[in-house]
């Protein structure tokens, strides 16, 4: 390939892998690491302050739930922080969710068997 294909196929993916992360990964990841047996809690402090939460895992000693971009505000984000630290979250990551996190979720919905 020539240089210019070379960059017009790159500009291609870089735009395409935009495309669908603006579709499909609209969202913030909340994640937090409980001791055993607070995951319920701290689960039900995300979704009573973000009803749209989206709970993507749960499991002993860890939490993650996707978060709507739209309508939702940062402070609120931090307000939810410090009321599950006080619901017993020992540990807590929030970012926006990545292009490999929109992968596995639409490998995980077309076909759970994959993971």
């Known amino acids: 390939h020539t240089h210019t294909q070379q960059q017009s ?8 892998l935009q495309r669908l992360k603006s579709k499909l990964g609209n ?5 937090f690491h409980t001791p ?3 995951e319920a ?8 302050q973000h009803p749209a939460a989206l709970v993507e895992e749960q499991f002993a000693g860890y939490v993650r739930a996707l978060l709507p ?4 505000q ?6 939810t922080i410090d009321a599950c630290r006080a619901a017993g979250a020992s540990a ?6 990545t292009l490999e996190q929109v992968f ?12």
């Open 69 to 72: 971009a739209d309508g939702t």
């Open 74 to 79: 940062l402070s609120g984000v931090f307000r």
């Open 41 to 48: 809690a701290v689960l039900a402090v995300v979704q009573a």
């Open 9 to 16: 196929c790159a500009s291609f993916f870089n735009h395409s």
């Open 104 to 115: 596995l979720r639409c490998v995980r919905e077309h076909d759970p068997a994959q993971l």
């Open 27 to 31: 969202s913030y990841t909340l994640e």
């Open 36 to 38: 055993a047996g607070r």
């Open 92 to 97: 807590h990551g929030f970012s926006a969710t």
